[in-house]
């Protein structure tokens, strides 16, 4: 037996006005400071208002967010007494509108309880998550990421409960985000989309969905990242990640993640920029064991017609590496400006963190302890995987 986890989702220009139709009262809409600034939150609320809501504001949220903020709003949630919650950002105000629902719901649990095994019972509100950049995906997962700050750690969870009850995908919405982070978190797509495909738990059911984010990030990333006005290209990124956020949120991850999420604890880099530097490395890795169904991905994509599966994985990475160089992606460790005593220094910590993370043991193939090292080795010089 197995689930399919999915919020209503309503995507496309005008997506935003869904929000007038709402039956609520009361609205918290948990975001960061620079939405709030920029205005974004207010355009929600305003939206909101015309849906006779009352709404309140938690801007607090900073990036990779820390359990000590999910905690301080959900106490502004047990204040304000919300029936929605909204998560409007990238991953981590979305991700800390999970924790904060959780919270709001059952004031005596700790973030760090929340696991897919706890039932939690919810029914004080409903959660709207509005992604404000195409990648994460977390408006359609169940999974959040939060940082405990005080161990320098952190700690991936979820629940089926916490998937969001509705998602607006509204291209107008990622129109003035920059460069860069079009790029860290479209490649984050990219790589959702890839491991979700060749993870241990793909099933029938998410198969498609993969294949197809990874078709639009390939045809749209780039132009994207070129020109944040084309809107052509920003609605396809975002339901780009939305897509691979279903495809993945009902299949799990692999190695990329995996070390990807070591990676940018240890070194405080964004999640997008940290996992996809070790994309094409896993491709690799995993490819050169026979294992991974690259080839479907390739030839789905349209790189090549060839049914032989290496050339298909092979074209794949090559194709990871050409799209990653075009959108200024640091393809070793060493490119992100980290020298080699430094990372020496922290590989212990880098193959440990890797090995306990929850993306770990869904990838196909699992290197051994040493094996990982070597793994990080080559990443810092940035040498294919030849092994
Ligand atoms: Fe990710």
Known sequence: MWYFSSPFVVFGEEALSHLEQLQGERALIVTDA??????????????????????????????????????????????????????????????????????????????????????????????????????????????????????????????????PTLAIVDPTLTQALPPRITADTGLDALTHAIEGYVTTWHNDFTDGLCLKASQLVFDYLARAVADGNDL??????????????????????????????????????????????????????????????YGDIARFVGFTDSRDEAEGARLLAAKVRELEQAVSQPMSIAAFGIDRADFRDHLPKLVEYAEQDTQFFTAPRIPESEELAQMFEYVYEGKPIDF
């Open 232 to 293: 052509e290209a920003r609605e396809h990124m975002g339901n780009a990640a939305t897509i691979a956020g279903l495809g993945f949120g009902n299949a799990n991850l692999g190695l990329a993640h995996a070390m990807g999420h070591s990676f940018g604890a240890l070194f405080k880099q964004p999640h997008g920029r940290a996992v996809a530097l070790y994309l094409p490395y896993t491709i690799d890795y995993t490819a050169n064991a026979g294992l991974g169904r």
């Open 34 to 163: 620079t939405l709030a600034k920029l205005g974004i939150a207010a355009r929600i609320e305003a939206a909101l208002h015309k849906a006779g809501m009352a709404t309140r504001v938690f801007a607090e949220v900073e990036p990779e967010p820390s359990l000590q903020t999910t905690r301080r709003g959900a106490q502004v949630a047990a204040d304000f007494a919300p029936d929605w919650i909204v998560g409007l950002g990238g991953g981590s105000p979305m991700d800390a509108s999970k924790a904060i629902w959780a919270m709001y719901e059952h004031p005596d649990l700790d973030p760090t309880e929340i696991n897919p095994m706890v039932t939690l019972g919810l029914s004080k509100a409903k959660l709207i998550a509005i992604p404000t950049t195409s990648g994460t995906g977390s408006e359609a997962t169940w999974a959040l990421v939060l940082t405990d700050t005080a161990e320098k750690r952190k700690f991936s969870t979820g629940s089926r409960e916490l998937v």
